[in-house]
């Protein structure tokens, strides 16, 4: 995979023992070479990690000029230690690039309630210093670098032409299990080389998280450490984006984190399908989205599309019971395609051949229809499996 890296960033990834696995890179340092324009959406647990606050503290701003993040401890639910350690790591992170401590941001995750180990910390900052560089290898190390249970990296980018300047979108995250963000474990840096403004970038931010970061769930757990960053290191040259030119960009925007978002419940621990749920015809987008997000976490509704079956019942019911006012005369649904109930009525189908599209396939699809409304959404999430349980069983242990 070939991609195109936003000018004016530089990236490293170490292995300083953070994790069990002493060859597996568990810190990642971001630098830009110049003040940057930064934005941040977090998650709205009243139990955050350090990191959150701090974060939420330095965003938005157009002078950030580090981010660091380590993965395999999460620094929450620390008490006072826990919000120094993330203070001396973005002390540290800002000393790498010259900066000043307030303009660095921090973000980890892993296991909640375990205290950092700063000389493993500070050693990994120091390494991935002399190890900076912009290009390919380095991004994707970085990508690596704050992965937990996640089976690979993720990343997403895109390039548009705007003004007669190539403009550059890219990011990564990581996330497979506690995925239930309403920004509310899940972490995400976006960067691009377009010049924004401080409203603009966080405005668009906000835009384009819910539309993705928010539309995904695994079994709808939400983490303390959940953080969304966009950069905008404005290296691509020009005046900050305006007009029809920052509604090209919003678009971008949006489809890099889309595809993001979506390798998150697809790597779902355990995971055997990704499910894309369309709600439509609902009076507004808000009940459309209580609707799939609530089909999405029912138990019974992702143990059935793990086992291939189109248990109708279990999807129309969790549609009922979504707090969400419609008439359940006009509920229709589809799955893979198939109609299997209509007007509030099951219809014919062939089970079996749906059950064998369901299998046969990673993603499955499904569609309902509440009325004659113009609200719609659209979510993802995963299958529930016994891997998951196994997994999450023996996560401490």
Same mark, same amino acid.
């Given at each position: ?11 490293? +990834? ?32 009243? &139990? ?51 900066? !000043? ?53 993720? &990343?997403?980018? #895109? ?22 963000? #309403? ?5 995400? &840096? ?44 404005? +290296? ?13 960009? #919003? ?13 998150? /419940?697809?790597?779902?621990? !355990?995971?055997?399908?990704?499910? +894309? ?26 143990? +059935? ?6 248990? *109708? !019942? ?10 969400? /006012? ?17 007007? !509030? ?34 979510? *993802? ?17």
């Amino acid at each position: 995979m070939t991609m195109n890296i936003p000018l004016g960033f530089r990236f490293a +990834a170490v292995a300083c023992g953070i994790k069990a696995d002493p060859t597996r890179e568990d810190l990642t340092l971001i630098v830009t070479d110049q003040p940057a324009v930064a934005a941040g959406v977090y998650t709205t647990n009243l &139990v955050c990690a350090a990191p959150v606050t701090i974060d939420r503290q330095r965003t938005p701003s157009d002078r950030v000029r580090a981010v660091v993040v380590n993965s395999g401890n999460a620094n929450a639910c620390t008490g006072q230690r826990g919000m120094q350690d993330a203070q001396t790591m973005s002390q540290l992170a800002a000393t790498a690039c010259g900066a !000043g401590p307030d303009q660095a941001l921090v973000m980890s995750t892993g296991i909640i309630g375990v205290f950092l180990p700063m000389d493993k910390i500070a050693a990994g900052i120091r390494a991935a210093t002399d190890r900076l560089s912009g290009d390919e290898a380095s991004f994707l190390a970085a990508a690596r670098g704050i992965t937990t249970t996640d089976k690979s990296h993720k &990343v997403a980018a #895109r390039t548009l032409e705007l003004g007669g300047q190539t403009i550059r979108i890219a990011g990564m995250c990581k996330g497979a299990g506690m995925i239930g963000p #309403r920004m509310a474990t899940m972490l995400a &840096v976006v960067m691009t080389d377009a010049a924004l403004s401080m409203p603009d970038a966080h405005a668009s931010l906000v835009a384009a998280v819910d539309d993705s970061f928010h539309c995904i769930s695994v079994e709808g757990h939400m983490s303390t450490n959940d953080t969304v960053l966009l950069m905008a290191s404005g +290296a691509a040259g020009g005046a900050p984006l305006a007009g029809a030119d920052l509604d090209a960009f #919003r678009v971008v925007l949006r489809d890099v984190c889309i595809e993001l978002a979506k390798q998150i /419940p697809d790597d779902g621990e !355990g995971a055997t399908h990704l499910i +894309a749920i369309d709600v439509q015809g609902a009076a507004t987008r808000d009940d459309a989205f209580r609707v799939a997000k609530t089909v999405a976490e029912s138990a019974l509704v992702k143990t +059935a599309i793990a086992g291939g079956d189109p248990n *109708w !019942g279990r999807i129309v019911s969790a549609a009922g019971y979504a707090g969400v /006012p419609f008439d359940p005369c006009c509920l229709s649904l589809q799955v893979n395609g198939t109609l299997l109930y209509q007007d !509030g009525t099951p219809v014919p189908f062939d089970a079996a051949a749906v059950s064998r599209s369901m299998r046969s396939q990673r993603d499955t699809h499904v569609l309902l229809t509440l009325g004659p409304g113009d609200g719609s959404v659209r979510f *993802w999430t995963s299958d529930l499996t016994v891997d998951y349980v196994k997994f999450n069983a023996d996560y401490r242990t």
